[in-house]
């Protein structure tokens, strides 16, 4: 377990990169953009509820570079969806310099047995699909730069693999395969893939398996968005292939 790496955001360790956040609408996603545009990033704002996206958009305004929002449902995206963003990207910023991945889906604590299929389904295709189809669209894009960040926030499988936690826990133990695969492939290249693993943060999808009185070692996001910063700067690379662990002891 890594302590919280010391980050100042808002040096200018992302100055003149143009970072793409996906799931930039929610808890750890919006404070993420934040940091990441304090410490010079342009952010791409992608999510899919635009009223929360205009939120975030004038949080990251105040403190950095003008954003760009791109509104985008991942649960009824398609690869070609996917393509259609990185053309957009390509034509109208010319580059993508990283990318990181914070949407989730998490429908509460089920039993197996009365569990709805298609929640366990949009589950596993959020969390884990639409990263792998998203990461396969934006990889050109990606290799074009001299040094390139993609980064997944993953959760806990110890923690999340459990009992009732269906597809989204399921899907924890599949994301870090495919971080292991994608690193195994681009070992030698300029495109660097990490995992981020916050800890337990006070959000939206977090409650739904856990009231604050029972969950007092849940961090606010803000606490955890250094990380971010870290892994998406060229400091990044000394956690290539890896998973940084910054929960706090338990």
């Known amino acids: 377990m890594s ?62 570079p003008e954003p760009l929002l791109y509104p985008l449902d991942l649960e009824g995206a398609t690869p070609d969806d996917y393509a259609t963003l990185a053309e957009r990207l390509q034509g109208e910023l010319g580059r993508l310099d990283g990318l ?6 998490f429908a509460g604590l089920t039993p197996f047995e009365l569990a709805d299929p298609a929640a366990f389904a949009r589950a596993v295709h959020v969390n884990l699909t639409a990263p792998a189809w998203l990461a396969q669209a934006c990889l050109p894009l990606l290799k074009q730069r001299d040094d390139a960040a993609l980064v997944f926030t993953v959760d806990d499988p110890a923690r999340v693999g459990q009992a009732y936690w269906g597809g989204y826990g399921a899907a924890q133990y599949g994301l870090r395969g495919l971080i292991a695969s994608l690193h195994a492939e681009l070992a030698r290249g300029p495109v660097r893939v990490s995992g981020l693993q916050p800890g337990p943060m006070r959000t939206a999808l977090r409650a739904r398996a856990f009231s604050l009185d029972e969950d007092t070692s849940a961090r606010h996001p803000a ?15 000394e956690h290539r292939g890896q998973v940084l662990d910054i929960a706090p002891p338990a």
């Open 100 to 105: 990181l991945y914070c949407a989730a889906d």
């Open 223 to 237: 606490e955890c968005a250094e990380a971010a910063v870290l892994l998406l700067s060229a400091a990044g690379a």
């Open 3 to 64: 302590a919280l790496p010391s980050v100042a955001v808002g040096s200018g360790s992302l100055a003149d990169r143009i970072i793409l956040i996906v799931g930039a609408g929610g808890g750890f996603g919006s404070a993420a953009a934040v940091a990441c545009a304090a410490a010079g990033a342009t952010v791409v704002l992608l999510g899919r509820k635009p009223r929360r996206l205009d939120r975030v958009y004038s949080a990251v305004q105040a403190v950095g």
